[in-house]
């Protein structure tokens, strides 16, 4: 018997957490705790500690699958991909590449991704986004407005050198629960936490001072804090002084913006927001923690632009312990971001209209400038839209679940069926999948090599353990085999070439060399410019990354979230997640050890409105907004206040509800504001 331990990264979240996987006989039989990774240190949360459950599982995709009159046959390699080569070269001549999109995966490696958006770049078409535009398009919109560089700034282990750590809409502690050592840290040594949510979670329940304010309304509240941090003298002059732009025009705004007038909208007491004010501002060292409760907003932007400046005012940025920490959700989004998975980027955030980058990426990949296009790409929720216009009409997608993750599914749905051609590549058969024209099997992360980019810009290397199963592929070799079809000479696809090509494309990881980060255990931190920079864990500790070295304050302005509850849905409906699943749930629904512990759709709501409408525990509900209507069981718990419900979106039904309102700049939906009703399910309607 032959046993080994291949180290690994863990396949959910952005947090990155590492392990061993066990492997005997070619089959990982067990994970073992890795306790030296710096950020885990052998902790896993329930799914990761699930993560090989989803390996062998049954119903893995193992060959590839063509539609015929409506039902899947299992089809060759050469088949299924020479249809996909032939069909979409048909729609690229006949429409235009513009009729085509891509969806790109923040489940896959920086080196798929970097592939996915090259091809459909290649072909003629900005038109690839991913699910970054449904989770951190804010974060990457403001922050690379005021601070030049859109990412968390310090590494999560830095949460123990702070003296207060402000958390707002975030919930660690169910969604990214390693932090939970380090913050206890810095409890331990007397830090301060303040946490800002309409519901009362389990990180609320660790907060020193905790804010229930009104679901939308945090611009209100943070240009309160700043209002308190100035009148009372708390801010750093020096700070602002020597390092940002644009305080009197902040200072005259934020006069507006008093206590007494931030209560009435936030629904908190002056005292609170007095308090966290002088907590945040007089530390000698804090943190600001965002995350889904800043960013899935009509306002996301505005609202990553008031904690910057909040965090610019106070002077609480570029050193130790002090720094503005957006969680980022999946495993790789970052690095999907990095690698230019967004419409309006190539790789390194270098601008598609800028005819100098055009020129470079022209260069770099071997096709004639005029191949690459100038114009902006389409967004996720746009790209749906365009769909159901007719305009794009062939979408691929790699390792997204759109039809149960986008808003307003209904919508989704029927964009999708409008298409010519639906490509999905995945590992299970998704409710997107169940949609498609051609099926492809994708080996998962264990069964492939590469690397991802975790929240803190921390980057790692995944080794392969085992083999895929049956004729499932890693998604490199699959994008490879499309480009050639549309006839792209690519040369190597394999992960250590293409992360070759990313050193040499992508200045932020020019010294992330292959043979460099294989080794290092633990990864290294973008910016890496050269292979013998160490890194760099802490960002803007000397200047910022905009053209003069300063920060921008930003004055933004409150402004209500567009669904407001009224007579026929007086409740206000949030959206969001729990410790057992995992987004749209294609993996952990299939984890037998998590679905167990959370088998179905429920919907917690507040005593007061449980009487009001005549619901009892455990009884199912239907759920109805404007948009459609679904069936949960009720949840009674006083951890959401009267008037507002909360559902997680794990499983069908939760996105028939939510709305497909875009932030004007970032483009996402506001998915944690809807108006709703809530009424006993009949009997016939019951699950
Ligand atoms: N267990 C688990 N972990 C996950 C995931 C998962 O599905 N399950 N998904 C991963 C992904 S992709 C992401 S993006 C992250 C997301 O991680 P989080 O952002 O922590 O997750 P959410 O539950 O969407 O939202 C966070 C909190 O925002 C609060 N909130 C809602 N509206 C408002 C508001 O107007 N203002 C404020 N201040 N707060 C508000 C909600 O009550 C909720 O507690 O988690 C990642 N980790
Ligand atoms: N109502 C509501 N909706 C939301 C949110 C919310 O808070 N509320 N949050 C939004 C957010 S933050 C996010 S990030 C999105 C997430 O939206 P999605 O990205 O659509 O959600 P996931 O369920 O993570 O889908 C990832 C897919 O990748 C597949 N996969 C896993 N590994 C691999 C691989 O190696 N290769 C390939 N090809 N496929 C793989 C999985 O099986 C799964 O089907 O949802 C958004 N939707
Ligand atoms: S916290 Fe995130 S990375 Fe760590 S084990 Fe859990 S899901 Fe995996
Ligand atoms: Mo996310």
Redesign the pocket.
């Known amino acids: 018997m032959s046993q080994s331990l291949i180290p690994t990264i863990c396949p959910?979240?952005?947090?990155g957490c590492a392990f061993y996987i066990v492997v005997e006989n070619g089959r990982a039989v067990g994970l073992e705790y890795m306790t030296d990774h710096p950020v885990n240190q052998g902790s896993l949360?329930?799914?990761g500690n699930a993560a090989l459950e989803i390996l062998d599982h049954p119903e893995r995709l193992t060959h590839p699958l063509i539609k015929a009159a409506d039902r899947f046959r299992p089809a060759s390699w050469e088949e299924a991909l020479d249809l996909i080569g032939q069909r979409l070269s048909a729609i690229r001549h006949a429409v235009g590449p513009d009729a085509l999109g891509f969806l790109a995966s923040?489940k896959c490696t920086n080196e798929e991704n970097y592939l996915f958006q090259k091809l459909a770049r290649c072909l003629g078409s900005n038109h690839v986004d991913h699910?970054a535009r449904l989770?951190?398009a804010p974060t990457v919109v403001a922050l690379a407005h005021s601070l030049g560089s859109a990412a968390m700034t310090n590494p999560i282990p830095d949460l123990a050198e702070s003296d207060c750590i402000l958390v707002?809409?975030?919930?660690?502690a169910?969604?990214?629960?390693p932090l939970a050592r380090w913050v206890w840290r810095a409890k331990d040594r007397g830090a301060r936490v303040i946490v800002?949510?309409?519901?009362l979670?389990p990180?609320?329940w660790l907060a020193d001072l905790y804010l229930p304010?009104?679901?939308?309304?945090?611009v209100a509240?943070l240009n309160g804090l700043m209002h308190v941090a100035l009148t009372e003298g708390l801010v750093d002059r020096d700070f602002i002084a020597r390092r940002t732009t644009g305080f009197d025009a902040l200072a005259r705004h934020l006069m507006a913006y008093p206590p007494s007038r931030v209560s009435e909208i936030t629904g908190l007491p002056p005292a609170q927001i007095v308090a966290t004010a002088r907590a945040y501002a007089s530390a000698s060292a804090a943190s600001l923690v965002?995350?889904?409760?800043?960013?899935?907003?009509t306002t996301g932007s505005e609202?990553v632009l008031a904690c910057a400046d909040l965090a610019l005012l106070c002077g609480q940025i570029g050193r130790r312990g002090a720094g503005l920490m957006p969680?980022?959700?999946?495993n790789n989004?970052q690095g999907a971001c990095d690698m230019g998975a967004l419409a309006q980027f190539y790789p390194g955030y270098q601008p598609v209209d800028a005819p100098e980058v055009r020129d470079f990426f022209a260069h770099a990949w071997g096709v004639a400038a005029d191949t690459l296009s100038l114009s902006p790409g389409l967004t996720v929720v746009e790209m749906i839209e365009a769909a159901a216009a007719g305009r794009i009409r062939a979408l691929y997608v790699m390792g997204e679940n759109p039809v149960l993750s986008d808003p307003n599914a209904d919508r989704v749905r029927e964009a999708l069926s409008r298409l010519d051609l639906l490509v999905v590549q995945d590992i299970f058969l998704t409710e997107t999948a169940e949609m498609a024209d051609v099926v492809l099997p994708a080996a998962a992360w264990a069964e492939k090599e590469g690397s991802t980019t975790t929240t803190e810009r921390r980057v790692q290397w995944s080794h392969q353990a085992v083999e895929p199963p049956g004729q499932a592929r890693p998604d490199t070799w699959i994008i490879g085999q499309i480009a050639r079809r549309l006839g792209l000479t690519w040369g190597e696809v394999a992960p250590p070439s293409v992360l070759a090509e990313i050193n040499r494309t992508v200045p932020i990881y020019g010294g992330l060399v292959p043979e460099r980060l294989m080794a290092a255990r633990g990864g290294l931190f973008w910016p890496c410019p050269t292979p013998e920079h160490p890194g760099t864990p802490i960002l803007h500790m000397e200047r910022f990354a905009t053209a003069d070295g300063r920060a921008r304050l930003i004055p933004v302005d409150f402004r209500p979230?567009a669904e407001e509850p009224e007579e026929r849905f007086p409740l206000t409906l949030?959206?969001?997640?729990?410790?057992?699943?995992?987004?749209a749930g294609s993996m952990?629904r299939r984890s037998p050890s998590l679905v167990t512990r959370a088998p179905t759709l429920c919907v917690e709501l507040n005593p007061v409105d449980a009487a009001q409408w005549g619901v009892s525990d455990g009884e199912w509900v239907t759920v109805s907004t404007p948009r459609g209507q679904t069936q949960a069981r009720a949840r009674i718990t006083d951890t959401v206040e009267a008037g507002v419900v909360?559902m997680?979106?794990?499983f069908p039904g939760t996105n028939r509800l939510t709305t497909d309102l875009l932030d004007p700049q970032a483009k996402i939906p506001e998915?944690?504001?809807a108006a709703c009703q809530i009424a006993v399910a009949r009997k016939e309607d019951e699950q």
């Open positions: 959910y979240c952005g947090v949360c329930s799914k923040a699910c989770c951190h707002i809409g975030s919930n660690w169910e969604n990214h629960s800002v949510d309409p519901r979670t990180t609320a304010l009104r679901p939308g309304t945090d509240l965002y995350c889904m409760g800043v960013t899935q907003h609202n969680l980022r959700g999946q989004v979230p949030t959206t969001g997640r729990i410790a057992i699943h995992y987004n952990t909360f997680p979106f794990h998915y944690k504001v």
